[in-house]
T-cell receptor
Framework: KQEVTQIPAALSVPEGENLVLNCSFT??????LQWFRQDPGKGLTSLLL?????REQTSGRLNASLDKSSGRSTLYIAASQPGDSATYLC????????????FGSGTQLTVLP | DADVTQTPRNRITKTGKRIMLECSQT?????MYWYRQDPGLGLRLIYY???????NKGEISDGYSVSRQAQAKFSLSLESAIPNQTALYFC?????????????FGPGTRLTVL
């Protein structure tokens, strides 16, 4: 059974810092990996999706990397801003017709002004 | 207007009551999902539906049932609510014709069972 772990559970940084969020998974046979942002009362917003054949994806100040062999992904946030404060969730999708998502428990990020 | 909507957004109920959570989408997606999220935990899949005639159990389906009334509507029912079903519930959709089946989430329903 796939297990997804995110460390740390919470992180507080001053504005302007570059930071890295970590995600690890136990079964490397994944179809893709997705990073989400969760804001209270607003559901989940997809940030980046990396296919299993890809090594990284970039969107603005966000860069997500994937190392399937080691079962790891990182989300890099450059020049953090208070508006980046949210919970960041990592989810992996397995092969198979259902291609279900398995979520990590998230990292709660606070960017201090 | 939001592409995926959930009603109600918040609900407080008592043990033993029947509860229905509703999800509607305007994205035209064929697949719909129900997840629950507990504090400090990731989302866990309850049920999913690939089309109106296809319903599948997820990781934690016990105590829940679903109905896919139309392609755009997917309801989750708790026949007899219990306190450990207190959680944040999310509906999601995806399009099977689009790789890589990216899921889009609703805003969530916060359910409290007393």
């Amino acid at each position: 059974k796939q297990e997804v772990t995110q460390i740390p559970a919470a992180l507080s940084v001053p504005e302007g810092e570059n930071l890295v969020l970590n995600c690890s998974f136990t079964d490397s046979a994944i179809y893709n990996l997705q990073w989400f942002r969760q804001d209270p009362g607003k559901g989940l917003t997809s940030l980046l999706l990396i296919q299993s054949s890809q090594r990284e994806q970039t969107s603005g100040r966000l860069n997500a990397s994937l190392d399937k062999s080691s079962g790891r992904s990182t989300l890099y946030i450059a020049a953090s801003q208070p508006g980046d404060s949210a919970t960041y969730l990592c989810a992996v999708r397995q092969f198979g017709s259902a291609r279900q998502l398995t979520f990590g428990s998230g990292t709660q990020l606070t960017v201090l002004p | 207007d939001a592409d995926v909507t959930q009603t109600p957004r918040n609900r407080i109920t008592k043990t033993g009551k029947r509860i229905m959570l509703e999800c509607s989408q305007t994205k035209g997606h064929d697949r719909m999902y129900w997840y629950r999220q507990d504090p400090g935990l990731g989302l866990r899949l309850i049920y999913y539906s690939f089309d109106v005639k296809d319903i599948n159990k997820g990781e934690i389906s016990d105590g829940y049932s679903v109905s896919r009334q139309a392609q755009a509507k997917f309801s989750l029912s708790l026949e007899s609510a219990i306190p450990n079903q207190t959680a944040l519930y999310f509906c999601a959709t995806s399009d099977s014709w689009t790789s890589p089946n990216e899921q889009f989430f609703g805003p969530g329903t916060r359910l409290t069972v007393l």
